[in-house]
Structure formats: C-alpha cells, structure tokens
C-alpha cells in the first residue's frame, strides 16, 4: 500500500513542497482541472503535470479523477464521441505511467453537502450533510444555494438536466454504466490503468436523481458487469462510512480478497442522523 495526498494544482493552497513534508507521503493524487469535460487529455499537460511532481521528488500515483460527460451518464446518442476521448485519455495516462484512474457515475452532482463549514467542539470546521436541508433547497434558479456547486450551472442548464434525468432511472443508469465500461476497460487494461469507481456520496438519491453505486451488493454489480481486474473500486470509507448498512470491515476484507481495490479514500464521518452527518478527525478528541 501507498500513501498519498490529494493535490488540486497549481491554486491549491497547500503547494507540493508541504505535502512532500507529511511522512510516508510520497505519491500524488490529482488531475488536470483546465481540460473541460468530454475532452481527450493533452500528453503534454499530462506530462506537465508529472514533471512538477516529480519536481518534489513525489509520483503522480493515482488521477482523480478523468470526469464522465454527463451525454455518457445520460446514454444519449452523442456518448460514443466522448467515450472514445475518454478511451484516447486512458491510453494517454497508461502511456504515461500513472497505474489508477479514478471517476464517478454520479449524475449532474458528485459530492453534495448542505454546509462547508459547520463549526466543530475543536476550533475546527467540517463538511456537513443534512438530508432535509438539502431536499428543501430552490433550485430553480440553478445551483447557487447548493454549497461547493453554487457557480456550477445556471437556472437554464440546470433544468434542462434536471428534466433529461427525469427518463433515466437508476436500471437505465446501471446500463449506461455497462456500456460505458464494456468499452473503457478493455483499453484501460491495454494501457496498464486500473479504473476505480467512487461510490456515490453521499449513498443514496438525492434531488430525485438515481444513484445507484452505494453498498456491498452494488459494488458486487459493479464489478460483474466486467469482470477484470482493471474494473475496480475507489473504497470510500466517508462515502460508504454516510450509510449505517454498509459494515466497512466486511467490504473491505470482501473487495480487497479479490484484489480490487484500487484506491481507498481514507476519511471519517460522524452520523447523526439517518441520513445527516458531518466528517470528523480519525480520532475522536473530547473537549
Ligand atoms: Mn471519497
């Protein structure tokens, strides 16, 4: 196993040079955050980014992650253009080097909290997630009260989305997920890059959108629907951690016997209600 520590670019307030000084960190996760979405990645951006890591005597370990267009998520008709950039992407990245990929399936929104900054006993601030706050949100004026989205997409954009979801539930998702991953695997594996979906976070549907890759017997699913060892899990402990059904230990002895996970995010989340919770520190301090 590897340790490493996400890295948002050249904006991130905490530069390479810091996370070179946390000890046993000598592996990167990051991503190309100027190439928009559907776009195959540039080999020299990608090597860019690998030179200003190595640069700090760090490798760029895992991407997290290479962004599913929403058409590929949808099924529509145009998927096969952005799959084949994405497919071009993979290459690129094995090309390069770099052995994991992470991505999601989620639609419109991947990682949804209804504060940023609740205040914690500590001093500390935390992310925050509660359920009935989050369905209570007006959205019709596009995303701005939804925190960490809020520049995301406009009044119109939204609703567009939001209505071409309205045809797509959670089975039809789990076959554009098939169809996505019938075609990037095999060149993942070609490439030498290990896929590792994210589950959805948090598990569950929100908004009315399916969300279908959230505990034991859909990461089975996943995994059935190719089964190579190129199709594999990001373990989120604070995804999966969100729903009190999911016992971690089992999953991860279960995932982890058949050697597919590939990546694991390593956070802690404090529920407090069925479905509300907020992330907390590994170890529990009392004040
Ligand atoms: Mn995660």
């Known amino acids: 196993m590897q340790m ?10 905490v530069p390479l040079q810091y996370i070179r000084q946390i000890p046993g960190v000598r592996g990167i996760v990051s991503a190309l955050y100027d190439v928009p979405v559907g776009a195959a990645w540039p080999v020299a951006s990608i090597a ?24 590929i998520k949808l099924g529509r008709p145009s998927r096969d253009a952005f799959i084949d950039a994405y497919c071009t992407s993979i290459a690129r990245v094995g090309t390069a080097d770099v052995p994991v990929v992470s991505y999601n399936f989620m639609p419109i929104f991947d990682w949804t909290r209804t504060a ?3 205040p914690l006993l500590d001093g500390s601030t935390t992310l925050a997630y509660e359920h009935a706050a989050l369905e209570r949100m007006d959205l019709s004026r596009g995303t701005g009260e939804l925190p960490g989205w809020s520049t995301a997409y406009d009044a119109d954009a939204l609703r567009a989305l939001l209505t071409a979801w309205r045809a797509v539930d959670g089975e039809q998702l789990w ?11 095999p060149v993942a594996e070609s490439a030498g890059v290990r896929m590792a979906i994210h589950p959805d976070d948090p598990p ?20 059935s629907l190719i089964d190579r060892p190129a199709n594999g899990l990001t373990f989120c402990t604070g995804s999966l951690g969100a ?10 002895r279960e995932f ?8 694991m995010h390593c956070r802690n989340v404090q529920r407090t209600a069925s479905r509300d919770f ?5 170890f529990k301090c009392v004040w």
Do not use: K
């Open 4 to 13: 490493t520590f996400r890295w948002y670019g050249s904006h991130d307030a």
């Open 48 to 71: 860019g980014l690998q030179d200003r890591i190595a640069d700090q005597a760090m490798t760029l370990a895992v991407i997290e992650s290479i962004p599913v267009h929403e058409d």
């Open 116 to 118: 940023l900054a609740m």
């Open 175 to 185: 076959e554009n997920l098939a169809y996505f991953l019938e075609r990037v695997i």
């Open 204 to 223: 569950w549907p929100i908004l009315g959108l399916p969300r279908v890759v959230v505990d034991a017997s859909s990461l089975r699913r996943v995994l």
């Open 243 to 252: 729903s009190a059904g999911n016992d971690l230990p089992s999953m991860v």
């Open 256 to 263: 982890g016997a058949r050697s597919r996970i590939h990546f």
């Open 278 to 282: 907020h992330e907390v520190a590994h």
